[in-house]
């Protein structure tokens, strides 16, 4: 399978940005959790936001009561509305995906990611 985000770019403090991450290549008999993680400078990647296969969503503190992740079944995308965005956010984000149930934040577990897309928030 292969994941493709597009959707980042520079904002400023307090904009809005939605992210999607267009999924092909997977069989349509298995079921994957799906997730947004970033990285920024000289950070580890950190996950963001999970969407598990059975829909159980879970949000990285720092993130919840701004982000909102879904996704679209029928179009194979996934996206993360990103509201109220501050200079804290400014990171490249990925998209990954694993097989099976998780909400798990842990990068390692996840077979499948983007290349990513960035995002800037300036002050």
């Known amino acids: 399978g292969q994941l493709e985000e597009s959707g980042g770019g520079s904002v400023q403090t307090g904009g809005s940005l939605r992210l999607s991450c267009a999924a092909s290549g997977f069989p349509s008999n298995t079921y994957y959790s799906m997730g947004w993680f970033r990285q920024a400078p000289g950070k580890e990647r950190e996950g963001v936001a999970i969407i598990s296969s059975a829909g159980n969503l879970k949000y990285a503190d720092s993130v919840k009561a701004r982000f909102t992740i879904s996704k679209d079944d029928a179009k194979n995308v996934l996206y993360l509305q990103m509201n109220g965005l501050q200079p804290e956010d400014t990171a490249m984000y990925y998209c990954?995906?694993?097989?099976?149930?998780?909400?798990?934040?842990?990068?390692?577990?996840?077979?499948?990611w983007g290349q990513g897309t960035q995002v800037t928030v300036s002050s």
């Open positions: 990954a995906a694993v097989q099976g149930w998780s909400t798990s934040f842990t990068p390692r577990i996840y077979d499948y």
